[in-house]
């Protein structure tokens, strides 16, 4: 049976990075996919008018009457998801030319909810780099051997909260697993990893895989690093993993909630940003509490 993947791209932002997440998918060398923009009401024609030069069949744009925010357009991405399987692209993001060829090969292990690849990371100009933050994450993430490993349970769980280390974007879904379970309203910046420990917690089974076939970009002006300065980013993250603690603590995964009351990269990452918070008008305050906490 041909599997067919939604590569679902909610958008607000940089147009011309868009267009390269676009691009980046039209040059997929596996041919059986769909490509779903949703336009958070960017205020700028060019979006509207480059799509309508586009004649793929493959490819559909809308733009939202309303800005629903991140966390709305997410779900109102899932509810237009008509494939078993979707992937919820970043509109920065840039896929390598067999990322859906790769996934879709993961995606024949049976039982599996979600894929992750191997990513690379890239800056404002697509050079590949590796922040502390990233290097952390690779250093306590898992290491999986070619062909990938599957990963499921309280290791899986104790393993992300010690480093999150999934990269939101480069992961492939299956659609009935997060219509199950949904993300969680309220959060901004961690309702991906919300959503992954959500699946876990219920049975659910993440297959890995090293090779890099999708690149994230971090830079320094997405909302999740102006978040992380003021100190809004790690007020969410604190109040996130105390419930996570709670919660894994309830279920007998010490090791889980161990981990989520330390949040050792959490902390980490705080302190790498208090040198800049000093000096670019952020809230110093505000990142020692979560340092401390």
Same mark, same amino acid.
């Given at each position: 049976?041909?599997?067919?993947? #939604? ?10 990075? +868009? %267009?390269?997440? &676009?691009?980046?998918?039209? !040059?997929?060398?596996?041919?059986? $996919?769909?490509?779903? @923009? ?11 008018? $480059? ?33 078993? $399987? ?24 049976? #039982? ?21 933050? #990233?290097?952390? %994450?690779? +250093? ?6 070619? =062909?990938?490993?599957?990963? !499921? ?11 999150? $280390? ?15 379970? =949904? ?19 219920? =049975?659910?089974? +993440? ?5 890099? &076939? ?7 002006? !997405? #909302?999740? !690093? @102006? ?53 670019? =008008? ?12």
């Amino acid at each position: 049976m041909t599997v067919t993947v #939604d590569v679902m791209l909610p958008y607000y932002g940089d147009v011309d990075q +868009m %267009k390269l997440a &676009v691009e980046s998918v039209l !040059s997929q060398t596996y041919p059986h $996919w769909r490509l779903v @923009v949703i336009d958070d009401g960017y205020p700028d024609p060019e979006p509207a008018r $480059w799509f309508g030069d586009i004649s793929d069949p493959r490819v559909a744009y809308q733009r939202n009457e309303v800005n629903l925010g991140a966390n709305g357009n997410y779900r109102k991405a899932v509810d237009l998801v008509t494939a078993d $399987w979707f992937v919820m692209m970043g509109a920065d993001d840039v896929m390598g030319h067999d990322y859906i060829e790769s996934v879709v090969a993961a995606i024949e292990t049976p #039982d599996v909810d979600v894929v992750q690849p191997g990513v690379n990371v890239i800056d404002e100009n697509g050079t590949v780099v590796l922040p502390l933050a #990233d290097r952390l %994450k690779r +250093m306590l993430s898992l290491k999986p051997p070619a =062909g990938g490993i599957v990963v !499921s349970g309280e290791p899986l769980a104790a393993s992300l909260l010690r480093a999150n $280390w999934a990269y939101f974007p480069s992961l492939a879904w299956r659609t009935t697993t997060v219509r199950a379970i =949904g993300f969680r309203q309220g959060l901004d910046v961690v309702q991906d990893l919300a959503l992954i420990l959500d699946i876990t917690a219920s =049975g659910g089974r +993440m297959i890995v895989f090293p090779e890099k &076939v999708f690149s994230y970009r971090r830079h320094s002006q !997405s #909302d999740s !690093s @102006v978040r992380a300065l003021d100190g809004r980013r790690f007020d969410e993250e604190r109040r996130f993993f105390e419930g996570e603690a709670e919660r894994f603590a309830g279920m007998g995964w010490k090791k889980a909630a161990g981990a989520a009351r330390t949040h050792i990269t959490s902390r980490l990452n705080a302190a790498s940003l208090l040198p800049k918070a000093m000096t670019k =008008g952020g809230s110093p305050s505000a990142l020692a509490r979560h340092i401390f906490s």
